[in-house]
C-alpha cells in the first residue's frame, strides 16, 4: 500500500533561515506527489505538485525517486509561512494519500 | 467562482445519534471526496464519488456511508455516533479524475459528539 511519511511533527525555524520540510513515500511506481498548506483558520490549499516543477511563494519540491522523497524546500523564511504542512501522493485513479503534516513554525 | 461549501459548519451529537453532512463542489466539478481529520490521525480518506457513483472507499465501519446526487452535491451520513468520531470533516472537489489532479477544499464540519 502506498505510505506518505512526514518525520518532523513540528518544525521550528528563525525567519530568513532556510527551510526543509521532508516527506518519504512508499511506492515504486510513479505516482503523483503534492504539498498542501493550511494556514490558520484557513482551508487547506494546494500548494504545489511534482508535476508542475513549479515554485510557489518561493517554494520548491524535487522529486527523487531513488530516495523516494519529495522534500518542500525555501531558501528563506518568511513569518506568513507558518502552517501546517501535507504532503500527499496518488497513483493512478485511487485516493489522496496524505502524511501527517509538519507544523512549520517561524520565528521573528 | 465560488468555493466548495459545506453545511453545517459545526454539530454537536449524543452517542448513538445519526448525522448528514452536506458538500457542495465548486460548480462544474464532478469529483468529491470526503476525508476525516483528527490531531492523531491526521486526514484520512472516506470516500469518493464521480457522476453519482462511489469509485473508491476508505477503511472505515459501514456506519460511514455517503453519496452523490445528480448536480454533483454530496451527503455523508454517519449513524449509531461514538466519541471516536468526533473530528473535522472535510469535503473536497476536483474537476477532472486524471492528471493533473488537483482537489479544491472546503471548511470543513467539526463534529462533536458528546
Known amino acids: 500500500a502506498q505510505r506518505v511519511t512526514q518525520p518532523e511533527k513540528l518544525l521550528s525555524v528563525f525567519k530568513g533561515a532556510p527551510v526543509e520540510l521532508k516527506c518519504n513515500y512508499s511506492?515504486?511506481?510513479?505516482?503523483?506527489l503534492f504539498w498542501y498548506v493550511q494556514y490558520s483558520r484557513q482551508r487547506l490549499q494546494l500548494l504545489l505538485r511534482?508535476?508542475s516543477r513549479e515554485s510557489i511563494k518561493g517554494f520548491t519540491a524535487d522529486l527523487n525517486k531513488g530516495e523516494t522523497s519529495f522534500h518542500l524546500k525555501k531558501p528563506f523564511a518568511q513569518e506568513e509561512d507558518s502552517a501546517m504542512y501535507y504532503c500527499?501522493?496518488?497513483?493512478?485513479?485511487?485516493?489522496?494519500?496524505f502524511g501527517k503534516g509538519t507544523r512549520l513554525s517561524v520565528i521573528a | 467562482k465560488a468555493g466548495v461549501t459545506q453545511t453545517p459548519r459545526y454539530l454537536i451529537k449524543t452517542r448513538g445519534q445519526q448525522v448528514t453532512l452536506s458538500c457542495s463542489p465548486i460548480?462544474?466539478?464532478?469529483?468529491v471526496s470526503w476525508y476525516q481529520q483528527t490531531p492523531g490521525q491526521g486526514l484520512q480518506f472516506l470516500f469518493e464519488y464521480f457522476s453519482e457513483t462511489q469509485r473508491n472507499k476508505g477503511n472505515f465501519p459501514g456506519r460511514f456511508s455517503g453519496r452523490q446526487f445528480s448536480n454533483s452535491r454530496s451527503e455523508m451520513n454517519v449513524s449509531t455516533l461514538e466519541l471516536g468520531d468526533s473530528a473535522l470533516y472535510l469535503c473536497?472537489?476536483?474537476?477532472?479524475?486524471?492528471?493533473?489532479?488537483?482537489?479544491?477544499f472546503g471548511p470543513g464540519t467539526r463534529l462533536t459528539v458528546t
Open positions: 511506492y515504486s511506481g510513479s505516482p503523483e
Open positions: 511534482h508535476i
Open positions: 473536497a472537489s476536483s474537476p477532472r479524475d486524471t492528471s493533473p489532479y488537483e482537489q479544491y
Open positions: 500527499a501522493l496518488r497513483r493512478g485513479n485511487t485516493p489522496l494519500v
Open positions: 460548480s462544474g466539478h464532478r469529483s
